[in-house]
């Protein structure tokens, strides 16, 4: 374990042409920082050794007074496509990459500070993040990661008293620090193919391909292979969003993370009741989004991702490269599901009793999550009424129809209802970042400054699938008011 001094800080990125970014500072609040919340999880990433969260240096280096030894702070530069439009300069407008630190098992982790101030990409912003949106990001990636979703990480919030105006009002502004292996995104190829710079688009590639993809080092296709690996990914990572009934919100090429991590976590929801139209993002009014095209979405950023990828590989090559995607898709959905049915293995009749089930769920207004994680108690008994599970169903017709089916297809596996159940529960979560748990502990921590709430939530969705008796209610549906919580980009 290390101390804030001793981290093994590199600065891989700040070794790339100057052209790749921005050098800059943190700006610092204008009100003392305070510590609101650390992850020791995410320390032990680092090899930080958690004491070290309560030293004020710490808030210190983590709110820009004072520069991280080793760190050479920079903003990245990126573009990409927002909304279906091509947007070319975007880049780190309110974070900076304070260095690359190398854990003792040689993994390498990015300590981003998000909500850092101005840098040369704010374009109109003020550099700075709400401490609502902070508290949304680190409470749910930190869920995220509990699901085995991949995604970047949150080692701690930073606030201050300083007020930022944002479209709901004033509002306290934080910061975040965000670990990933790396920021690059789909966009920071973008840039560089829509600025006619091949020469560093094929530098980046070759970095992200030795930094994070070494077994392509070196091999005569690794452009196509780097391609393919990000389809793959890519598609690997909707199938858990679609799995799991999460909600992104802002699929933009500048979100898109090249090692298929979940970045950027913005007005994300939830499903609660199961609605494949589900809009999380109230900005997005075509529903360009919705939960349903999310696949669709990965793929139509891949194609731009491709589209830039083009100096390095033929056309072929890429259209090659991207044929992995709808597979890659199909079958990591498929195995997900059937994990989540409880099924020992795919047989050609389960896709209609997976897409039985979502209508029915769908017609009914049942609850995503714990739909799923109420099947677990599912007996297959032919007597057993299942009741609980039965009564989410106002058609219980329909319901016992489905039923029927599903107790068949367990009995021709020789099910043993208590086993099952067991690798249920380990798939299918309890607990999930519903919009008004997160909505409770952001108004306990902007009103009261009180941050028991986030230490909660965190401690729960870091271990979601084990059942705490003591924490029922945070399974519970959304009360009424938050079933209608909007979420905007604002943050
Ligand atoms: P996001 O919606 O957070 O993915 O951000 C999209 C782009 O807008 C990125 O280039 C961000 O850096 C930039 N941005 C968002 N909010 C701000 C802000 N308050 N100040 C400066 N830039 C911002
Ligand atoms: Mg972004």
Redesign the pocket.
């Known amino acids: 374990m290390r101390t804030l001094e001793e981290l093994n800080i590199h600065n891989t990125y700040a070794r790339l042409p100057e052209s790749f970014y921005s050098r800059v500072t943190p700006t610092p609040f204008s009100k003392p920082p305070y510590l609101v919340s650390f992850n020791a999880a995410a320390a032990a990433l680092i090899d930080l050794d958690p004491k070290e969260a309560a030293r004020p240096e710490f808030t210190d280096y983590f709110s820009g007074i004072r520069p991280l030894p080793g760190s050479e702070p920079i903003a990245l530069l ?1 573009a990409g496509h ?1 909304f279906g439009q091509y947007v070319p300069r ?6 900076i990459l304070l260095g690359e630190v190398v854990n003792e098992v040689g993994d390498k982790w990015d300590l981003h500070l998000k909500g850092a101030g ?2 040369p ?9 709400v401490l609502r949106s902070t508290i949304r990001e680190y409470l749910c990636s930190e869920a995220m990661h509990g699901l085995g979703i991949p995604t970047t990480r949150g080692l701690c919030i930073v606030g201050s008293d300083e007020e ?1 105006l944002r479209e709901e009002g004033a509002e306290t502004a934080a910061m975040l620090i965000r670990l990933a292996p790396t920021h690059v995104r789909f966009g920071s190829f973008e840039t560089f193919y829509y600025r006619g710079q091949p020469d560093s688009l094929r530098r980046l590639a070759d970095y992200v391909i030795d930094q994070y993809l070494p077994h392509l080092q070196g091999a005569d296709d690794r452009y196509p292979c780097f391609l393919t690996e990000v389809v793959i990914r890519t598609a690997q990572l909707m199938a858990q969003w679609q799995a799991v009934g999460f909600a992104h919100g ?1 699929m ?1 090429t ?2 898109m993370s090249i090692l298929g991590l979940t970045l ?1 976590y ?1 007005p994300f929801g939830f499903l609660d009741d199961y609605n494949p139209g589900f809009i999380c993002n109230h900005s997005d009014r075509g529903g360009r989004y919705a939960f349903h095209r999310q696949p669709d979405i990965g793929r139509w950023n891949l194609h731009a991702l491709a589209q830039a990828l083009l100096p390095l590989m033929s056309e072929d090559e890429a259209k090659q490269a991207l044929t992995a995607y709808e597979p890659a898709l199909v079958e990591h959905y498929r195995d997900l599901m059937r994990q989540k049915l409880g099924l020992l293995e795919w047989r050609p009749e389960d896709g209609d009793l997976v897409t039985g089930l979502l209508s029915i769920m769908q017609a009914n207004h049942v609850d995503y999550t714990n739909c799923f994680r109420g099947l677990g108690d599912f007996r297959s008994n032919p007597d057993a009424l299942n009741a609980p599970l039965r009564d989410m169903f106002l058609d219980r017709v329909a319901f016992d129809a489905w039923a029927a089916r599903y107790r068949a297809r367990l009995r021709a596996e020789c099910d043993h209802d208590a086993e099952r159940k067991e690798r249920m529960n380990r798939v299918n979560p309890k607990y999930v970042l519903r919009n008004y748990l997160a909505h409770t502990a952001i108004i306990q921590a902007t009103d009261k400054k009180d941050f028991t709430e986030i230490a909660r939530l965190l401690g729960l969705l870091q271990d979601p699938y084990t059942e705490r008796p003591d924490m029922e209610p945070y399974a519970a549906l959304p009360p009424e008011w938050g079933k209608h919580i909007s979420v905007s ?1 604002s ?1």
Not at 121 to 129: E, F, L
């Open positions: 990126y927002q975007l880049g780190d407008g309110r974070a101005q840098t990409y704010s374009r109109d912003g003020d550099g700075r993040a930022v802002v933009n500048d979100n950027d913005g980009c943050s």
